[in-house]
T-cell receptor
């Protein structure tokens, strides 16, 4: 089983749509969770951290379910500029500094 | 602006040659830097953790004699791909974690696309 597993997509949605991405992680000892976005052949950029209580940043909402080892990202009112690959990222237990990346979910927002 | 600078952004080389990639933290000191590799449509895979003043820690399956890491200063880590082969063609990316005034944040370099002919 992969340490971090995501649906690779692609997700093709019209502008203004709401889209949700899911992610599962295998190690219950993981403590830190993030969503990054990556544009083609560019470095990943932190979108948001994910907290146990769930958190929201504008059009983006992240949720964490520790019991199910499940993380989600919801994007509302999607924009063309949201087109990217979204990476679910989990810290390696025992190391706050080492991160394990999911393979990413590709999103294309269509005009 | 960028706080982690990575060079070169793209390199094309012949099989058998060595390629050096630099990762530099611009306005903070990084005792630890990380090197990742990403093949097309795949996730970033941690190759090694670079520690200033000591040996790098390599992930399982990564040949330390092939991927030489040097972290000689608090702002510079280098990855040298020795005797590169076509299967080493990949996107290599470094990251560094800053502390202090910036808090604990992870910054990535812009990546290096290596193509071995």
């Amino acid at each position: 089983r992969k340490e971090v597993e995501q649906d690779p997509g692609p997700f093709n949605v019209p502008e203004g749509a709401t889209v949700a991405f899911n992610c599962t992680y295998s190690n219950s000892a993981s403590q830190s969770f993030f969503w990054y976005r990556q544009d083609c052949r560019k470095e990943p950029k932190l979108l948001m951290s994910v907290y146990s209580s769930g958190n929201e940043d504008g059009r983006f909402t992240a949720q964490l379910n520790r019991a199910s080892q499940y993380i989600s990202l919801l994007i509302r009112d999607s924009k063309l500029s949201d087109s990217a690959t979204y990476l679910c990222v989990v810290n390696r237990p025992g190391s706050a500094r080492q991160l394990t990346f999911g393979s990413g979910t590709q999103l294309t927002v269509l005009p | 602006g960028a706080v982690v600078s990575q060079h070169p952004s793209r390199v094309i080389c012949k099989s058998g040659t060595s390629v050096k990639i630099e990762c530099r933290s611009l306005d903070f000191q990084a005792t630890t830097m990380f090197w990742y590799r990403q093949f097309p449509k795949q996730s970033l895979m941690l190759m090694a953790t670079s520690n200033e003043g000591s040996k790098a820690t390599y992930e399982q399956g990564v040949e330390k004699d092939k991927f030489l890491i040097n972290h000689a200063s608090l702002t510079l880590s280098t990855l040298t791909v020795t005797s590169a082969h076509p299967e080493d063609s990949s996107f290599y990316i470094c990251s560094a974690r800053s502390g202090g005034a910036r808090g604990e944040k992870l910054f990535f370099g812009s990546g290096t696309q290596l193509s071995v002919l």
